[in-house]
């Protein structure tokens, strides 16, 4: 069986946001077994999976990204949508748009320390749009 959600998470700054308990709020009752995709709609954010203790982490995430792919770099082309848009969209591709994640015993089964970020790489994202589809 198959079901499909879509929902908007709030608006955030930009950073690395521990996201796990938003997205659980707007599932339905979880399958015993099966998996969980979730997938962001827009080319300038991303998903992932890491630390969900230490907020340095979600920090020093933030300074790793800004280091690999740098603002008002003189190649990029794309420049009307702002400084932050071009490098936005390059992060956003090597992070990625979508996580599957198993479900067992009716919940999540991520590991003690992970949860899920949203990756919100633009100063002023807003709100994203979220498909969360649940495979049993």
Request: net charge neutral.
């Amino acid at each position: 069986m198959v079901s499909q959600v879509k929902f908007s998470l709030k608006s955030r700054s930009r950073g690395f946001h521990l996201i796990t308990h938003e997205i659980l709020q707007h599932l339905p009752e979880l399958p015993d077994s099966g998996l969980l995709n979730v997938f962001i709609k827009h080319t300038s954010a991303a998903l992932t999976i890491n630390e969900n203790a230490d907020p340095d982490v979600r920090h020093d995430m933030e300074s790793i990204f800004n280091r690999l792919v740098k603002e008002r770099e003189p190649y990029y082309i794309h420049t009307l949508e702002g400084d932050d848009d071009m490098p936005a969209h390059a992060k956003s591709t090597l992070a990625g748009v979508s996580l599957t994640i198993p479900i067992t015993n009716g919940r999540l089964n991520l590991g003690t320390w992970q949860g899920i970020y949203l990756c919100e790489f633009r100063n002023h994202g807003g709100s994203r749009k979220i498909i969360a589809t649940i495979i049993s």
